[in-house]
């Protein structure tokens, strides 16, 4: 089992919708990462979360809006997405640091946009 | 660009079979880690390497990091369908990149046939 959760585990949504994908860990960490994967390909990082701030945002397009209300949480809101933003929604965490820690994933939101 | 190349990028392999994944790059790291991805879940961290020549055994893999830093080799002797999945080399705290967060490789997907 993985102790970083994610819900829901599947999210069929319409480019009108608002939705939020969920992350939660327990373990301790004070780095958070959301990570798109499309089929076959590696994990893109798109946010990163230190001690609760954000520190990197890879060019995101802004329907996508990270939040990270306490140490143990992590959301992303969307909002008006488009058919390509359909993918894997990974969710990681790991000891804060300069990057380099080993990062512990979540097993992802599957979203589909119709 | 991608800063970490892995080949080969899909491998069929017969159960008992040996084979190498290599992750090469022009970019030195202060680590990289190798992780395992099976389908539905989110990759899990096998072994994470720092020191230039280091060489890591975990059962039968076994994990060398370059001399220079800048390229990693997975081995696995007596392949099991159970080693069926996506492996990726990540490259931790980039040299000259100055990236704060880690790089994934391209991925190698390994299917091994009972």
């Known amino acids: 089992d993985t102790e970083v959760t994610q819900t829901p585990k599947h999210l069929v949504m319409g480019m009108t919708n608002k939705k939020s994908l969920k992350c939660e860990q327990h373990m301790g960490h004070r780095a958070m990462y959301w990570y798109k994967q499309k089929a076959k390909k590696p994990p893109e990082l798109m946010f990163v979360y230190s001690y609760e701030k954000l520190s990197i945002n890879e060019s995101v397009p802004s329907r996508f809006s990270p939040e990270c209300p306490n140490s143990s949480l992590l959301n992303l809101h969307l909002h008006a997405l488009q058919p390509e933003d359909s993918a894997l929604y990974l969710c990681a965490s790991s000891q804060a640091g300069s990057g380099n820690q080993p990062q512990h994933f979540g097993d992802g939101t599957r979203l589909s946009i119709l | 660009t991608q800063l970490l190349e892995q080949s080969p990028q899909f491998l069929s392999i017969q159960e008992g079979e040996n084979l190498t994944v290599y992750c090469n790059s022009s970019?030195?790291?202060?680590?990289l880690q190798w992780y395992r991805q099976e389908p539905g879940e989110g990759p899990v961290l096998l072994v994470t390497?720092?020191?230039?020549?280091e060489v890591k055994k975990l059962k039968r893999l076994t994990f060398q990091f370059g001399d220079a830093r800048k390229d990693s080799s997975l081995h696995i002797t007596a392949a099991q369908p159970g080693d069926t999945g996506l492996y990726l080399c990540a490259g931790a705290g980039g040299v000259d990149t100055g990236r704060r967060a880690l790089t994934f490789g391209s991925g190698t997907r390994l299917q091994v046939q009972p």
């Open positions: 970019s030195v790291f202060s680590s």
């Open positions: 390497v720092v020191t230039g020549g």
